[in-house]
């Protein structure tokens, strides 16, 4: 059908660039040639202290395959994907081609119109059940992408916010992990990239063990409980290995999991702590070996929505050559 056109290829890597990623690293850059855009990794968006095997910037960088999926759609398109595409090169995680005549179904125009309002929540969510005709939607949403999505009752969810508790005083202590936190949030209201302090209140309240992104602040004296007193939590894990394609394919599953929850009007919120240690992914693992924890998300409804976060602007991320070739050993 023809090379994409410059607007497409805008409104395509803004829809990309909307994708969540740990600490707003935005570790993308896009690369479109003719009818395909390539998506590369940004070493130089590393997180070597909270991530030193790049699960999670390929996390980031699977949910921002997905979006540009949508969005490649929504130019009336077939997107078709490879993951992966040279096996010589780690950096270049995928490319999308714009194939034949495609109409997007209500359905999944709606989910590529969540992808302009979907954001992290930390906040306390209301005490309000969320429907189980929606959990169901949320499992067939990670489903469709490989993933398995299970929602978790105590005892596992008392386990599970115990470990990243236990993960967050460990962290505590590391003054590298410290010194990361310290470089990627802000509250300079010009950055375009890391996670500003108002999407990141810390209240002392601990009973849900959101992330701390306030390396320099004295904790405040435990509070009494302000989060909701039934968190609603569940673990996403993809069927299959543990490796960078798995990893992109989790993201690919997440963000479809926060789109669905999003058009339903769900908050959503990540805490990956425990899963960040080796000791403590162990405990959560399958026996079996047949599926991979990748992320842990709560969800509940908000009294008001959180402030949408800022990206860098299309022409920052948007490649003019091919990004150098990186050995795939070279990410982690
Ligand atoms: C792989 C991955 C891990 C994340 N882990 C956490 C986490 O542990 N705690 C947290 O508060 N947010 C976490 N986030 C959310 C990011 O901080 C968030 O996506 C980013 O700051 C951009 O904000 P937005 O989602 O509101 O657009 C994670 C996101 C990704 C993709």
Redesign the pocket.
Known sequence: MGPLTEEEVLACVEAAGRA?????TQPWLFLPEGDRIEVHADPSRRLPAVDPQAR?LH??LG?AVLNLCFAVAATGRRPSLELLPSPRDGRHVATVTADGPYTMDDGERELYEAIRER??S?RPFLDTPIPPEAKRRLEEAALLQGGKLEFVEAPERELLLSLARTADERKWDDAAYRAELRNWTTDDPYREDG?PVE?APWSGDDTVP??DFMPDLERPEPSGPEFEAEPVIAVLSIIGGDAPADWLRAGQALERVLLEATRRGLAT?????PLEQSDLRAILADPTGRTHVQ?ILRFGYEAEPTP??TRRPAAEVIAREKPLPLRPTRLG
């Open positions: 969540p990623s740990i600490y707003n999670a996390i980031s949910a954001r992290t930390r996670v999407a959101v992330r919120g990540l805490f990956t702590q992320a949408l976060t």
